[in-house]
């Protein structure tokens, strides 16, 4: 059970708008400590994605965003395209005894 | 470019010890942590812990203690991670990732990732 929460799935049309919750608790996301989101495309490494809440490396197409509220935080996808299907990782610091930096459960996303 | 380039997949036998290894290029070795995340098949991302490579001091992630040891070689640039008495249940890929932050050291990202490095555990 990750300590981070993301839906386990979540799909979209080519060109909709999809977004991934990651939910967390006052000794992470809740006091204060950034997010950060991965691509894991199939068969391939974790992708930095987003850094920072919501700050995109180079290279990111701005169709991928990232915002944070109280406990939780958001990845968003607009104009869904059949590349975007992988699996996505929200991460952040826990600042309790069950650890240091903690994952989400990962979230897979399905282009229909 | 900074990269990081893990050694190949490993197939092992219940009991034995494997060692991963992860060469960095690209960055000075010694100004970024390393850390080691672990993916057992079909599931998600696990942190295992960091090592900082200036001092060589390694910090363990809850259930990462006593059989896994991370280690460096700073002349080659390379950090490893062993796994001794393996178990079925070590299957998995190990991934070691450079952590960089900018706005408080726990505030902090994994990027760039290794290839990762598929241990296998089966008699």
């Known amino acids: 059970q990750s300590v981070l929460t993301q839906p386990p799935s979540v799909s979209g049309a080519p060109g909709q708008r999809v977004t991934i919750s990651c939910t967390g608790s006052?000794?992470?996301?809740?006091?204060?400590?950034?997010v950060h989101w991965y691509q894991q495309l199939p068969g391939t490494a974790p992708k930095l994605l987003i850094y920072?809440?919501?700050n995109r490396p180079s290279g990111v197409p701005d169709r991928f965003s990232g915002s944070k509220s109280g406990t939780s935080a958001s990845l968003a996808i607009t104009g869904l395209q059949a590349e975007d299907e992988a699996d996505y990782y929200c991460?952040?610091?826990?600042?309790?005894?069950?650890?240091?930096?903690?994952f989400g459960g990962g979230t897979k996303l399905t282009v229909l | 470019q900074v990269q990081l380039v893990q050694s190949g997949s490993e197939l092992k036998k219940p009991g034995a010890s494997v060692k991963v290894s992860c060469k960095a290029s690209g960055y000075t070795f010694t100004s970024y942590a390393m850390n080691w995340v672990r993916q057992a098949p079909g599931q998600g991302l696990e942190w295992m812990g960091w090592i900082n490579t200036n001092t060589g001091n390694p910090t363990y992630a809850q259930g990462f203690t006593g059989r896994f040891v991370f280690s460096l070689d700073t002349s080659v640039s390379t950090a490893y991670l062993q796994i001794s008495s393996l178990k079925a249940e070590d299957t998995a890929v190990y991934y070691c990732?450079?952590?960089?932050?900018?706005?408080?050291?726990?505030?902090?990202?994994?990027?760039?990732w290794g290839q990762g490095t598929l241990v296998t555990v089966s008699s």
């Open positions: 920072g809440n919501s």
């Open positions: 006052s000794s992470n996301i809740g006091a204060g400590y950034d």
């Open positions: 990732a450079r952590y960089d932050f900018w706005s408080g050291y726990s505030n902090g990202w994994f990027d760039p």
């Open positions: 991460q952040s610091y826990d600042s309790s005894l069950s650890g240091n930096w903690v």
